[in-house]
Every structure is written in structure tokens, then in C-alpha cells.
């Protein structure tokens, strides 16, 4: 059951200290913001994985702006108290840092999230320092970036060189240093990750990145099988929805064409 004093950036910051994992689950609507704050996830993050999962689009970069708030504002509604972090889409704070203020702050201002989260690695470092400084607390993201995807020619493995490896590193501590209060890992050798994680106050919140970071994150849709198309090796199943739905599905046509459905018990 979910605590009722709604966690802070220095609550999250003290788990880590105590060495109490932090569980961070993505939701787009109000039923399943509901539902994980319920059972005690952490950290409800609005991920721009709306895109692939929610929107039907072949990859992250067409989600807009305004698609994302739309989502954070229900999973707020769904969750008043939990702690929501929304994800900050493509060229949204890319192109222009007061653009990308003006933005961020939308999310705190109209969808009443208590944070936002960025992609990328020192070229963002100056506008990370910018929110941060203007009252806007910021999560990092390193290691493969979902966004970046059409540059780096698919969905790629970070940290497998050393110089690489340090080059994270050196990312985590210069976000550190610049305010961010937390940075995702995403898909790392756990090697790197358990380096990272050692290396910064902050808390790491792992996804593909093995079991050392301070806590860890993953899509919604896969956790419960609802994306069925395959199976992400970063990814547990702990339910399997998507096949109870067809299921579903099958079953509510069938009795609607076989005139079984509805019964004299659901007519009035």
C-alpha cells in the first residue's frame, strides 16, 4: 500500500543513502496511474514510450508537446499524490533553452507533474543547470537514447568500450553537479552501471541496466504483456494481457453475432 506522505526529490535521494531500492513504473491514463500508486510504485513516470505503446507510432519521435501533457494531466488525476515525472518529447527543449523553459514549465503548471525528464549528454548540461536554477526539478537519461534513434541508425548498446564507459560516467557527475536530483540508465553493460552508481550522490534508475542502480523502471505495457509483437530483453512478464483481452475481445463478438449477448440480466 502506497505512503501517504507524497515523496520528494529528497525523499528519493534519502532511499538511496538507506539503500532502499526506488521503484519507477511508466502510465499514460488515470486508471493504471491509479493502480500502481496503489501497490507502491515509487515513481509514476509519463515516458514519451507513449508513442510506441499508446499512439501506435513506429518509434517516439512523433509525439508532440501537447500529447505528452494531455497524458501527464491524467495520470495526475489518477494519482493526485504520487510523484509523476513527465517525460519531455522530441525538439522540446532541444532548439532553444527559453522555449524549452516555457515548456517545462507546462508540465508543473498545467499537468501538476513534480518533474520533468531529458535525453542526452553534455550538450543539454547547460540547460539542465537553466531549469534547475529556474525551479524545475530535472530527471537525466544516458546510455541508449529512445530519441536519438534515427542518428544512431536503430536502438544501440552504450558503455561496451571503455571510453565510452567513461564517458557516462563523466555524464552522471557533471548532471550531478548541475542540480539534476536523478539519472536513468538505459541500457548498459550492469558493470557501468554499478561504476555510475557509485560514482554520484544522486539516485540511478535503471532499465536494461542491470541490478545495481538505485532503483529501476519499466514500460507498463511490457511488465503486463500488452505489447505482444516481442518480448524486450530488459523485461520480465508478470502478467500476460494482452492474451486474456483477445480472449475477451473473441468472446464479446461471438455472443454479440450469435445474439447471446446481451441477456434478458443485462437489459432493463
Known amino acids: 500500500m502506497s505512503t501517504e506522505k507524497k515523496l520528494t526529490v529528497s525523499c528519493l535521494r534519502r532511499k538511496k543513502e538507506k539503500n532502499e531500492k526506488i521503484v519507477m513504473l511508466t502510465a499514460y491514463d488515470a486508471a493504471t496511474a491509479a493502480l500502481a500508486y496503489r ?5 509514476l513516470l509519463v515516458g514519451d514510450s507513449m508513442g510506441n505503446t499508446v499512439l501506435g507510432y513506429e518509434n517516439t519521435i512523433p509525439v508532440t508537446l501537447e500529447q505528452s501533457l494531455h497524458h501527464c494531466a491524467a495520470v495526475r488525476r489518477g494519482a493526485p499524490k504520487a510523484f509523476v515525472i513527465g517525460d519531455m518529447p522530441f525538439m522540446t527543449y532541444q532548439a532553444d533553452q527559453n522555449e524549452a523553459l516555457k515548456n517545462a514549465a507546462r508540465y508543473l503548471q498545467e499537468a501538476r507533474a513534480d518533474a520533468v525528464k531529458l535525453e542526452g549528454g ?3 548540461l547547460p540547460l539542465v543547470k537553466r531549469m534547475v536554477s529556474a525551479g524545475v526539478p530535472v530527471m537525466c537519461h544516458i546510455g541508449l537514447l529512445p530519441q536519438q534513434v534515427l542518428v544512431a541508425g536503430g536502438y544501440k548498446i552504450a558503455g561496451k568500450t571503455e571510453a565510452d564507459a567513461q564517458r ?3 555524464e552522471a557527475q557533471e548532471f550531478e553537479a548541475a542540480g539534476a536530483f536523478a539519472v536513468v540508465l538505459e541500457c548498459l553493460p550492469a558493470a557501468v552501471s554499478k561504476e555510475i552508481t557509485a560514482a554520484v550522490k544522486i539516485p540511478t534508475i535503471g532499465i536494461g541496466a542491470g541490478k545495481y542502480c538505485d ?3 519499466q514500460v507498463v505495457n511490457d511488465i503486463l504483456g500488452l505489447f505482444t509483437a516481442f518480448v524486450p530483453k530488459h523485461t520480465k512478464r508478470y502478467a500476460e494481457l494482452g ?3 483477445e480472449k475477451a475481445f473473441s468472446e464479446y463478438a461471438g455472443e454479440v453475432r450469435e445474439g447471446k449477448f446481451p441477456g434478458d440480466e443485462h437489459s432493463f
Not at 501497490?39 to 515513481?43: E, L, W
Open 168 to 170: 557516462l560516467i563523466r
Open 243 to 245: 492474451i486474456q483481452i
Open 39 to 43: 501497490c507502491g510504485v515509487d515513481v
Open 122 to 124: 553534455a550538450e543539454i
Open 215 to 217: 532503483g529501476q523502471v
